[in-house]
């Protein structure tokens, strides 16, 4: 499902270079729930943007489904997003004024779906979620966990490859948190989905199947938790 291969990446700032990532390698297969671990600093946001397209990197390759991303054009990475990619973010990222199916359909709106179908589509993944009943309410009505659980839906409504949850438990509580990744876990195993979940926390990291650790930009652990998270 994604291949990561000799990455190395530096931010340059006119003459002078800064490495933040080296000679990064690993493979995830299609339906595995994956743990991106690192503290701030540890280059996991930057191998996150790189992975999801949002930038190129200096070497090496990362191929979803087997394409090869780096080569790929703006429009091209445009269209690869919003096809092939799910994103979930920690602070959510609903539009306020729309009610949560709507947010929800939203990225079928961009791929031209039919008012009907797209419909359809939302409600059947709010209620995977648990929130079949919370359709036309807007963001602001429903607590931090229930939002988390619109986010998901919305990744997941194009059907894609890969999902990457970017600190997806960030902002809540504990409880919260829990309920969360078990949703997550659910997913990942009645759909089949790919998860790469970047966390900080290692309470969260051990409830995947695997977890891949950067440390200052090197990785130094991508091993799996045996038992961990059944």
Partial sequence: ML????????????????????????????GEMVALLGSSGSGKSTLLNLMAGLMKPTHGSILINGH???????????????????????????????????????????QGIKAKSRKEKAFALLAKV???DKGEMFPSQLSGGQQQRVSIARSLVTSPAI?????????????TEAEIIDLLIELNVTLSITFVIVT?????????????????????ENEPWAGENE
């Fill in 163 to 175: 999902v990457f949850a970017d600190e997806p438990t960030g902002n809540l509580d504990t409880k």
């Fill in 200 to 220: 900080h926390e290692l309470e969260v990291a051990k409830r995947t199947q695997r977890v891949i650790q950067l440390r200052d930009g090197f990785l130094v």
């Fill in 130 to 132: 648990g929130l079949g």
């Fill in 68 to 110: 090869a991303i780096e080569k790929m054009s703006e429009n091209q990475l445009a269209e690869f997003r919003r096809t092939q990619i799910g994103f979930i973010f920690q602070s959510y990222e609903l539009i306020p004024h729309l009610t949560v199916r709507e947010n929800v359909e939203l990225p079928l709106i961009f």
């Fill in 3 to 30: 291949a990561v291969q000799q990455l190395s990446h530096r931010f340059k700032n006119g003459a002078e270079e800064t490495p933040v990532l080296h000679d990064i390698q690993f493979r995830i297969a299609k």
